[in-house]
């Protein structure tokens, strides 16, 4: 397939677009570059030896999209483009819809005028909002007690396609609820590359442990875990961009949803040892007081997509924090260097 990737040149983007080719699809990249590198991009093309081609382009401006757009053609879209910071949608919450909601509707009317039927798209765990069990499936409620406009946002698009699929039947549509992504490609020459002080826990660690950063504080050590920290499914991006590589390729009109997370949940203070051994750095910690909104424990029940995706994750924590330390220790300053 010729697959237009949406935020192609971002972190998870990126990582997909490289096995997309590994599997002898095509793609193209969209991307506004406001959260994202060229150079990714660049290196994806250099590490398959296919071309990239690349649109500069901000898909919530749908004249500049559209015209950006004319004459490339596509069969599917993977629409990763969005604005991804919890704390930042709390302070800039009209920017945050704005962004996210106004270009899934620009890009799902550019599909149909088109007749381009295959969407994938990037959801979130947190929409099933505050866990009511653990792990969880897909049946688990979700938008009950989202805390922020990001989250909201994710779970409002689901909604929107969904409801595009009652109007147009043809709509294959594939909803993937990521847990944690984390890791880079074992070359090292790709990986997240976060704007500023990191929000999410591998990268803050990743930041400490070559010496960007002097201690990680950890969010509350009093919640009912193994060991008090919070905890989490961590996905390594190449067990995720597999995950959607084997949904683009069983698509079929409809709206699917799939947990795409490993189904092992792991503390903080398990993260920070398995950082320590995988770098042979120190990661320093003190605890501080619970971050607003965090929850004690989100762990994906993967089964649905292991069954039906035929896709199971195959990468460990070890193999993760591995794979991030590659990436930090080579690119400190991540593309811009
Ligand atoms: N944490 C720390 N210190 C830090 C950063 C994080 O202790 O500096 C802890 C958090 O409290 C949490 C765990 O590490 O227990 C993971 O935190 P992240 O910020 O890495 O990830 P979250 O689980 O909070 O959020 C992630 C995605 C969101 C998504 C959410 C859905 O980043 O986009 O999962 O569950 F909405």
Not at 99 to 106: A, M, P, W
Not at 155 to 173: H, K, V, Y
Not at 293 to 310: I, R, T
Request: glycine share 10%.
């Amino acid at each position: 397939m010729r697959v237009l990737l949406t935020g192609g040149a971002g972190y998870i983007g990126s990582h997909t677009a490289l096995v997309l080719l590994e599997r002898g699809h095509e793609v193209v990249v969209l991307d506004d570059f406001s959260n994202s590198s060229r150079e990714a991009a660049r290196r994806v093309a250099e590490l398959s030896g296919r071309e990239v081609p690349v649109i500069e382009a901000d898909l919530a401006d749908r004249a500049a999209a559209t015209a950006a757009l004319d004459g490339v053609d596509f069969d599917a879209v993977i629409h990763f483009a969005g604005l991804k910071s919890v704390g930042e949608s709390v302070a800039e919450p009209t920017r945050y819809y704005r962004v996210n909601i106004d270009s899934t509707l620009t890009l799902l009317d550019l599909m149909r005028e088109r007749g381009v039927t295959n969407l994938v798209f990037s959801s979130s765990a947190t929409v099933y909002g505050d866990p009511q069990y653990v792990p969880q499936d897909e049946a688990h409620r979700t938008g009950v007690g989202l805390t922020n406009p990001y989250g909201w946002s994710k779970f409002m698009i689901e909604q929107i396609i969904r409801d595009t699929f009652t109007s147009w039947p043809e709509l294959g549509a594939v909803v993937l609820r990521y847990f944690n992504p984390v890791g880079a490609h074992p070359s090292g020459r790709i990986g997240e590359d976060p704007t500023g002080i990191p929000n999410n826990l591998m990268p803050f660690i990743a930041q400490v442990a070559v010496g960007k950063r002097e201690r990680l504080s950890v969010f509350g050590d009093a919640y009912p875990t193994v060991d008090g920290t919070g905890v989490r499914d961590y996905i390594h991006v190449m067990d995720l961009a597999e995950g959607h590589v084997a949904a683009l390729e069983r698509i079929a009109p409809g709206v699917k949803t799939y947990n795409l997370g490993s189904g092992t949940g792991s503390s903080v203070l398990e993260v920070v040892r398995a950082f320590e051994e995988a770098s042979g750095c120190p990661v320093p910690y003190t605890v501080v007081p619970p971050r607003p909104g965090d929850v004690a424990e989100v762990v994906a029940n993967p089964s649905k997509a292991n069954a039906e995706l035929d896709w199971s994750t195959t990468r460990s924590l070890a193999e993760s924090c591995r794979d991030s330390w590659a990436w930090q220790s080579a690119n400190p300053d991540g593309y811009r260097a």
